[in-house]
Nanobody, 127 residues
Framework: QVQLVESGGGLVQAGGSLRLSCTAS????????AGWFRQAPGKEREFVAA????????SYLDSVKGRFTISRDNAKNTVYLQMTALKPEDTAVYYC????????????????????WGQGTQVTVSS
């Protein structure tokens, strides 16, 4: 059973940067795609970014394109989300997750296609 643990969240001013990390234990990311979702209080969980199992393809929520970058290091069994030019509307709990499908060659953006979730890390952007 795979456990996913996120880290790197915190409080930053608008325009600042954070790098989130998600590491898998009890399993591996190497054969599955991975994604980041976020959820603000009172709102539905929304897709933020995803990356294929090989790292060869990525996809982003339109509002974070050009500001966020998803990457992975399969040797470290870790997925990252580099966030720059943060805005107050980026404030949310960020969750990493693993694709249910083995070695899917394409990106999925639907939460139901991901079957393992981390506990989340809080990102708060002031002003």
């Amino acid at each position: 059973q795979v456990q996913l643990v996120e880290s790197g969240g915190g409080l930053v001013q608008a325009g600042g940067s954070l790098r989130l990390s998600c590491t898998a234990s009890g399993g591996t990311f190497s054969s599955r795609g991975a994604g980041w979702f976020r959820q603000a209080p009172g709102k539905e969980r929304e897709f933020v970014a995803a990356i294929t199992w090989s790292g060869g393809g990525t996809s982003y929520l339109d509002s974070v394109k050009g500001r966020f970058t998803i990457s992975r290091d399969n040797a470290k069994n870790t997925v990252y989300l580099q966030m720059t030019a943060l805005k107050p509307e980026d404030t949310a709990v960020y969750y990493c997750t693993r694709d249910r499908a083995f070695a899917r060659p394409s990106i999925v953006r639907i939460a139901s296609e991901y079957g393992w979730w981390g506990q989340g890390t809080q990102v708060t952007v002031s002003s």
